[in-house]
């Protein structure tokens, strides 16, 4: 089993940026395929991106040309560099952890794009 502590959300002015950390405990951490999911208020979660321990990597369109995730598999940590963030970003950031068909989910991280 492995848990999953996000960090790095906040309050930020449209256009800017922020970076979330997802730490995970254990030490098959490099197996897993890391994503980080997000849920606006009144909305489904909905993946925003993702990477496999291939080094394989999914945006979802909301996100593309904007974020970026990358993995530290030493650190047992995966980021999700957020820029030119929309009042539409607006949401519970979620780090998601799959293995061997089992998901694991992290308690989520609130960001809010407000001027």
């Known amino acids: 089993q492995v848990q999953l502590v996000e960090s790095g959300g906040g309050l930020v002015q449209p256009g800017g940026s922020l970076r979330l950390s997802c730490a995970a405990s254990?030490?098959?951490?490099?197996?897993?395929?890391m994503g980080w999911y997000r849920q606006a208020p009144g909305k489904s979660r909905e993946l925003v991106a993702s990477s496999s321990r291939g080094g394989s990597i999914n945006y979802a369109d909301s996100g593309k040309g904007r974020f970026t995730i990358s993995r530290d598999n030493a650190k047992n940590t995966v980021y999700l560099q957020m820029n030119s963030l929309k009042p539409e970003d607006t949401a519970v950031y979620y780090c998601?952890?799959?293995?061997?068909?089992?998901?694991?989910w992290g308690k989520g991280t609130l960001v809010t794009v407000s001027s």
């Open positions: 998601n952890a799959f293995l061997y068909g089992i998901d694991y």
């Open positions: 254990g030490s098959i951490f490099s197996r897993y395929r």
